[in-house]
Nanobody, 125 residues
Framework: QVQLVESGGGSVQAGGSLRLSCAASGGTFSRYVMAWFRQAPGSRREFVAAIRGSDGSTKYDSVKGRFTISRDNAKNTVYLQMNSLKPEDTAVYYC???????????????????WGQGTQVTVSS
């Protein structure tokens, strides 16, 4: 069983930056594909970014160029650096993990087995 704990959320003005962290425990972290999702009020949970543990390969959705996903396997932690934040980035951000061998980094939330509790990010204009 894997436990995921997010941190780093908060309130920031448009144009600002935040770095989210997700600490994992209970598994061999380097074997997991890790991802970030977000969910705004009244909206579906949507994919933000994913990173593979073995080679560091990444996939992004529309945030590419502003957000960067990274991981430190020695610290069992995945990060999401968010720059040039916009009010539409306001959401609860969730960390997710899956261990099954996956040729393509998945964007569907159903592909992930483990989830954190979420951290709120609020961007004001």
């Amino acid at each position: 069983q894997v436990q995921l704990v997010e941190s780093g959320g908060g309130s920031v003005q448009a144009g600002g930056s935040l770095r989210l962290s997700c600490a994992a425990s209970g598994g061999t972290f380097s074997r997991y594909v890790m991802a970030w999702f977000r969910q705004a009020p009244g909206s579906r949970r949507e994919f933000v970014a994913a990173i593979r543990g073995s080679d560091g390969s990444t996939k992004y959705d529309s945030v590419k160029g502003r957000f960067t996903i990274s991981r430190d396997n020695a610290k069992n932690t995945v990060y999401l650096q968010m720059n040039s934040l916009k009010p539409e980035d306001t959401a609860v951000y969730y960390c997710a993990a899956v261990r099954r061998p996956i040729p393509e980094l998945p964007k569907l939330s159903g592909a992930y087995d483990y989830w954190g509790q979420g951290t709120q990010v609020t961007v004001s204009s």
